[in-house]
């Protein structure tokens, strides 16, 4: 992993592009941006900003879904070959591992970038407990971004007008528990629970 094929974040932008469809593209650059966006909203600076070049907003909004587009199988399959311990409820909806397998990709790319960006790329999709401001903002925005179809203004502002981004997310959070039970898409996952109970418990949260 050690070995830079993309060095730059247009070149990373370039290999999305050829990889994704055009409507999974545009998500990921409006999550870029919108990442960078939540951060300075709430004027967070404990995150590593930068590395070789790539800014951490940048390089996580774009390799955040880099395998959303993967079949189960495929995620199995993928996680097979390299190694990649999953858990008993990636094994069961393995699309909830495309987190932790976009992340092992973007390491592939660009070699071994910073630990809590490939966190923040593991936990965006359901979540977890002792997430930083930049996986927080990820998640966030993952959520908001202004391709999202079912996100209206009113309701981006409600989330940006939040004390913080801990309780931003913790109502981004509760809002995508009840949508999961409401569609029966599935019930919310432990790391859901894990990151649900730390915002309460550490910061106060409360919906």
Known sequence: MSNQRICTIEQLADYL???VSERRYLHSMGVAQTTGKVLDHFGCTDYERTWNGFGAPEFCGLAHDIAREMTDAQLLEYCKENGVTLSEEDIKAPVLAHGTVSAEIAAGLVGDYPKSWYRALCDHTTGNSG???LALALFIADYIEPTRRFMT???RGFYLGSSSIQQCAYRVLCDMIDHWRSTGFHDASSGSLA???D???KWGCKY
Do not use: A, I, P, V
Request: hydrophobic share 20%.
């Open 131 to 133: 997430m930083d401001s």
């Open 153 to 155: 203004d009113q309701r």
């Open 195 to 197: 990151m649900k109970e």
């Open 17 to 19: 592009k050829g990889h």
């Open 199 to 201: 915002l309460e418990k």
